[in-house]
């Protein structure tokens, strides 16, 4: 039988209650589908800053780099809004990714049928929505040096970030796009600011020397701004949109409100070597502690571990499926819910997902 060891970082606010969902659903998956998996549990964020000083361990990031895979929740929130550089619990989760060397993040998003009343887009510009934003996670603007705040000789304050990219780090990005298109409808749109920025003049050369090799996918390129319009214009269009790390940051939350909620995004995080999955959301302190949270991102977050990583395509398909039958029945969590739909807590919905998982399987045996 198959053993994984999975490592998992609940992180603050909703981070732990959605966690503690996708590890229910990996538990039944696992029983469901014959293979097996040690869980081991470490403090990441804000619960991290507060139990050891700092926002990941070293002993948290080695656990982390030699995990199969590792599923995280989500990091931050106002109780540690005044800590600053190293100490912020989102410089964990940027260490964690570094760490890792998970430079590609995958966002697929999909419209669920039935939930198309819940988009702010019309439904008929959502009719074929199926977009994957491939984002650069290590490199850009969120990393590049100099980095920091100063003051002058006259005491005023000044910041400085960079927005950095070496060849090699646009390559590598620029070869999962390009994989990850021709598996799916063979377009993909490479998004930058190149009528301005010299870090995007240098991602469209070389996003067009690695197309050289892609003969079968079309490239489109287009700049941010425009892009940020046209996935309200025409969403269906696009099928993977492949940026860099601040683009992508910015365009896939964009991009996850026309399926709704951003309850439903999740994401994968890969590199040459094992994967982070996590939820798109963050750690949504308005709604932490109430059982409200949407767990359909982190349980989405557990079926892309399974299908990229863990080569559990079966078990992946089964969590799939069951969201999707769960959703057709009317179960909603209160984010996407209205007078007709049966609303859910958190533990609920996952007991639902877990249910319609068990009764799909009994069937099929
Ligand atoms: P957020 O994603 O936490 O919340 C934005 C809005 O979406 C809120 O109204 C929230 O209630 C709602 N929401 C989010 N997830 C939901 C879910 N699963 N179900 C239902 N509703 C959900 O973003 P924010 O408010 O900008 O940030 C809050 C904190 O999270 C900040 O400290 C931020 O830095 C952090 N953050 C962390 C990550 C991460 O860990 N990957 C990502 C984004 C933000």
Redesign the pocket.
């Known amino acids: 039988m198959a053993e994984y060891n999975i490592v998992v970082l609940p992180?603050?606010?909703?981070?732990a209650e959605?966690t503690e969902s996708a590890v229910n659903v990996l538990k039944a998956a696992a029983k469901q589908h014959g293979f097996s998996i040690n869980l081991e549990s470490h403090d990441i964020?804000?619960t991290s800053y507060d139990s050891h000083g700092t926002p990941a361990t070293d002993e948290t990031l080695n656990a982390c780099k030699s995990a199969d895979a590792v599923f995280?929740?989500?990091?931050?929130?106002?109780k540690?809004?005044h800590l600053t550089g190293a100490h912020r619990?989102?410089s964990g989760?940027l260490g964690l990714r570094k760490a890792m060397g998970v430079y590609a993040n995958l966002r697929p998003v999909t419209i669920y049928p039935g939930l198309e009343k819940y988009s702010p887009l019309k439904e008929n510009r959502l009719e074929g929505v199926d977009v994957l934003v491939v984002r650069e996670l290590t490199g850009g603007l969120y990393f590049g040096q100099p980095k920091g705040e100063s003051k002058d000789e006259n005491g005023k304050r000044r910041a400085v970030d960079t927005m950095a990219y070496d060849e090699d780090e646009i390559r590598r990005i620029a070869h999962r796009g390009f994989d990850m298109a021709r598996k799916r409808r063979g377009k993909i749109a490479s998004v930058d600011k190149a009528n301005v920025l010299s870090s995007s003049r240098l991602w469209r050369d070389v996003v067009n020397e690695v197309a050289e090799e892609y003969s079968d996918v079309e490239l489109e390129h287009i700049l941010v701004d425009n892009c940020a319009m046209q996935l309200i214009n025409r969403p269906a269009d696009f099928d993977v949109i492949l940026t860099e790390n601040m683009f992508g940051d910015i365009l896939s939350?964009e991009a996850a409100m026309l399926s709704g909620?951003?309850?439903?995004l999740p994401s994968a995080s890969l590199g040459d070597g094992n994967g982070l999955y996590?939820?798109?959301?963050?750690?949504?302190?308005?709604?932490a502690g109430k059982n409200?949270?949407?767990?359909?991102?982190?349980i989405q977050s557990i079926a892309m571990m399974l299908r990229y990583t863990l080569n559990e395509a079966e078990a992946a398909d089964a969590i799939e499926k069951a969201i999707e039958e769960v959703i057709c029945q009317g179960y909603r969590?209160?984010?996407l819910a209205d007078k007709d739909d049966t609303v859910l807590g958190?533990t609920e919905m996952t007991s639902k997902v877990i249910e319609v998982m068990s009764k799909a399987k009994t069937v099929a045996s």
């Open positions: 992180g603050d606010g909703i981070g959605v964020g804000g995280l929740g989500a990091v931050g929130g106002p540690w809004d619990p989102e989760l939350d909620s951003i309850g439903l996590e939820p798109v959301h963050g750690s949504a302190p308005d709604i409200i949270a949407n767990p359909l991102a982190a969590c209160a984010d958190t």
